[in-house]
């Protein structure tokens, strides 16, 4: 995505200030609700004594820190670096690829395949609209979001089905 690309996707944003305060909004309310989610599901499993609990922290643990050590060492500039106006101002510098906020609404939704599946399809759906609103915020890049949803789900499927 270019900068001209980026600005012609968020104009219309732009015109509606409660758009942009919306997407900043929308970006913090589903982050939290992810990171609600997994707790919540830990708890629960903690409480229930199944011996599942320690897999279901463990594999998105061990993901989670295989894909902060690739970020740091691959160390990709984000958009709002290169000269994009951003809609969500940060001042972090580097390490978007792949998108850890993405990375984990996916990883979290396949920990619940894997204990809850019902529940599961919602979170699938919170993690591709939080995709989407770190790519309108200005904050990654499609590339970054897409391989941190492709990320959570490969590492899930192999976490918890492949090598059981």
Not at 107 to 133: K, N, R
């Amino acid at each position: 995505m270019t900068k001209e690309q980026y600005e012609r996707f968020v104009a219309p944003l732009r015109k509606h200030p409660h758009a942009v305060a919306g997407i900043i909004g929308i970006n913090k309310a589903l982050t939290g609700f992810c990171y609600v989610m997994y707790p919540f599901l830990v708890g629960y499993l903690y409480l229930m004594k199944d011996e599942r609990l320690l897999r279901c922290i463990l594999v998105p643990g061990i993901s989670f820190a295989a894909v902060s050590i690739f970020r740091r060492i691959f160390d990709a500039p984000r958009p709002y670096e290169q000269g994009f106006d951003s809609l969500i101002k940060r001042d972090k510098k580097g390490h978007s690829f792949p998108s850890r906020h993405v990375f984990s609404a996916f990883m979290i939704a396949m920990t619940y395949a894997y204990i809850l599946p019902d529940i599961a399809p919602v979170l699938f759906c919170v993690g591709a609209l939080l995709a989407v609103i770190r790519v309108l915020g200005g904050v990654h890049f499609p590339k970054d979001v897409l391989v941190g949803a492709v990320s959570g789900i490969v590492m899930g499927i192999f976490g918890f089905w492949v090598f059981p």
